[in-house]
């Protein structure tokens, strides 16, 4: 699917009763193919009469779940192939696998990458802590839902907080003015290049700008140009925080604090919610940082 309130309950439902794996809907029917292969997939799960090349290359014994959703909001699953025995749903507890996602293989095919309920709790509870958020915020999420920057930041951190979530149908320059303007959230998180393309069109919507301001703007998942950072404080007239994470790790790992505490351009901040191991031998020295469990 691509995003919306279809995916963020079908994603719920899976992860607590099985385990999730969201996929890019752009993706070639070979490379859903390799994906399902991967993970050993039991189920495929999209909106009615959509996805043909996912479908295509369902494997076989896999249930094909249609995702239909109803005018009270809710999402209405049906199995249109590979009926299995009901049996009662046992949910998933800290340490059982809620998501799998997978890196971008620079050495190789993409790895798979489980990600355990507790290791998504701490994740986002430590996002809850470095930005503040609170019932009153409002999310704008740009970022696909299939991407870990998406699914922890801007979702599950949001809802975890009592928050609000917006969910569009995937980032759009021309109409992120509208959306700030209708729903006017307190914040968003995205990559560089988005807050590039939001930066060429800001002068035609300072209005908005200016009636509906940020409490503060996110970058992650690449580094942000200095320079980029300045012009967005600026126009925005709001503190933008950088952050690192990686999949691994459940996303983030350090980010830049809230005022009144200095942000810098060009750094990752401090470290959040962090356990730093150290080894030694002789005549080497190797660490890693890890998200808190």
Not at 76 to 102: K, N, R, T, Y
Not at 149 to 165: D, E, F
Not at 198 to 210: F, G, K, P, Q
Not at 254 to 265: D, E, F, I, M
Request: aromatic share 8%.
């Amino acid at each position: 699917m691509g995003n919306g309130p279809e995916i963020i309950q079908a994603f719920f439902a899976a992860a607590l009763c099985g385990t999730a794996a969201p996929l890019n809907p752009k993706y070639k029917q070979d490379e859903f193919a390799f994906y399902y292969q991967d993970i050993h997939a039991k189920a495929l799960i999209t909106l009615p009469d959509s996805m043909p090349l996912a479908h295509a290359a369902a494997t076989p014994g896999m249930a094909i779940i249609s995702a239909t959703p109803q005018a009270d909001g809710r999402l209405q699953f049906s199995c249109a192939q590979g009926v299995a025995a009901p049996h009662p749903a046992e949910l998933a507890q800290p340490g059982d696998v809620a998501m799998i996602l997978h890196t971008s293989g620079t050495t190789s095919r993409p790895k798979r990458v489980p990600i355990r309920h507790r290791n998504l709790a701490a994740s986002a509870v430590n996002i809850i802590a470095t930005y503040s958020l609170a019932a009153t915020d409002i999310a704008l999420c740009v970022m696909p839902l299939f991407h870990i920057h998406g699914i922890v930041a801007s979702m599950l951190s949001t809802l975890a907080s009592g928050g609000t979530v917006v969910c569009p149908d995937g980032f759009n320059a021309l109409e992120f003015w509208r959306w700030v303007e209708t729903y006017r959230p307190t914040w968003y998180s995205a990559v560089p290049t988005m807050h590039q393309l939001l930066l060429a069109r800001a002068d035609r919507n300072l209005e908005v700008i200016r009636a509906h301001p940020f409490r503060f703007i996110r970058s992650s998942s690449a580094p942000l140009p200095p320079v980029v950072l300045e012009r967005l404080e600026t126009t925005f007239n709001a503190p933008v925080l950088e952050a690192y994470g990686m999949t691994e790790a459940s996303h983030q790992m350090t980010s830049n604090p809230l005022p009144p505490k200095p942000h810098k351009a060009g750094t990752v901040g401090y470290g959040v919610g962090c356990r730093r191991q150290l080894w030694m031998r002789p005549g080497r020295c190797w660490g890693q940082a890890s998200a808190a469990r």
